[in-house]
């Protein structure tokens, strides 16, 4: 079962018709390849760029291609169903270049972005400690202010890109006020002080490096500083609002794929005389996951439509990314359930798009916070 997608312009028709032929020529053939030796596919990364991708969502005169958040994401979406490592790999650096994007000055925008947007640099978005996840707010990372700038200490983790970037943006406390207390830093991978710790070993996602990224003693001009002091954990929010419709994108992506690859199995196989598409136990669950699917695509783009619309769209990018994401990983689990044996060996891709399924359920927020999001959001419109 083909997407059918509607796309709002024939500029963007050509631009997926594009996006596709990428994936085919220069993403899919390698990512099982790469992602059992771990390679990470930085190259892939200057051809997307070369080909305009990396700054689909921002402004012409920056560099991007002033795309609205509906074509981006389908274009995410395309991307995670040939290889998620690339396909949320852009997600996470589109997130690493908001808050410069929105929040910067007119001469931050000016000097950062068309490198940023055009292909050049690939950027990692540092929040998350080694004990401030979900509780982003308690982070510890401190940018303490003097005559020359800021001085930084600290250690994120659970950084994706860490150590493969060419700029980090950076959530450290300026204060000790809480929330309040927290600025945003521009900082180029280059600058003395950053270090990087061993890439962790995973699950899934093997070929997208994942890393702490360490900061000791870093130097930063006052120029790094990305909107006032203090603001910084609204620009985190506002930053992982989008970042987590590109995670519901991701899902939807790896969803479909393992869906196609179920069904054209299911279509091709025999058992006792009978394709076993053609069992009703078989075809009951592929319907179950062309629904679901359909679903989570839907329910991402309502939320990027109403984010294209100026309208809010915070509650709606968490249900989002709640549901894509467990729809993943039951499409995923109940696709490797189809092939059967051959399902559970790395000769068929299912198995990977499992493994790569859980990760979603947790990056830019656990599923638990999304539901912790919700419920404050249906408390208050109580109220």
């Not at 479909?256 to 009703?280: N, W």
């Amino acid at each position: 079962m083909s997407v059918e997608r509607v796309l709002p312009t024939p500029e963007a028709h050509d631009l997926l018709d594009l996006v596709r032929d990428l994936i085919g020529k220069e993403v899919a053939p390698r990512a099982a390849a790469d992602e059992s030796a771990g390679r990470f596919p930085r190259e892939v990364f200057t051809t997307l760029g070369a080909a305009g991708l990396l700054g689909l969502p921002y402004p012409e005169e920056h560099g991007g291609a002033a795309q609205p958040y509906e074509v981006y994401l389908q274009v995410i979406e395309e991307l995670a169903a040939g290889w998620l490592a690339v396909g949320l790999g852009l997600s996470v650096h589109t997130l690493s270049c908001f808050p410069v994007a929105a929040y910067g000055t007119d001469a931050q925008r000016e000097e950062l972005l068309p490198a940023m947007l055009g292909g050049e640099l690939l950027g990692a978005y540092c929040l998350s400690e080694p004990h401030s996840g979900s509780d982003a707010a308690a982070l510890t990372t401190r940018a303490v202010r003097d005559a020359d700038g800021y001085a930084v200490d600290g250690v994120k983790a659970w950084i994706t890109h860490g150590g493969a970037a060419d700029f980090y943006t950076l959530m450290a406390r300026t204060s000790p006020d809480g929330a309040r207390g927290i600025s945003c830093f521009h900082v180029p991978a280059t600058t003395p002080g950053l270090s990087f710790g061993e890439p962790e070993r995973k699950m899934g996602m093997k070929s997208s490096p994942t890393a702490q990224v360490r900061f000791d003693g870093v130097r930063l001009a006052p120029e790094a500083l990305v909107g006032a002091e203090g603001e910084g954990f609204r620009i985190a929010m506002a930053a992982l609002d989008g970042g987590r419709l590109g995670i519901a994108a991701c899902a939807v992506g790896v969803a479909q794929a393992a869906f196609e690859a179920a069904s054209s199995y299911a279509r091709e196989r025999s058992q006792f005389g009978s394709r076993i598409v053609d069992f009703q136990g078989v075809s009951f669950m592929l319907a179950d996951m062309a629904t679901q699917i359909t679903a989570a695509r839907a329910l991402y783009l309502e939320a990027a439509r109403a984010r294209d619309a100026g309208r809010p769209y915070g509650t709606q990018a968490a249900m989002a990314k709640l549901f894509a994401t467990d729809v993943c990983m039951k499409v995923t689990t109940d696709a490797v359930q189809v092939l059967g044996g051959y399902g559970y060996v790395e000769d068929f891709p299912v198995e990977r798009y499992m493994r790569e399924a859980k990760v979603l359920q947790i990056v830019e927020g656990t599923n638990q916070v999304q539901r912790l999001v919700i419920g404050r959001a249906i408390a208050k419109s109580d109220r």
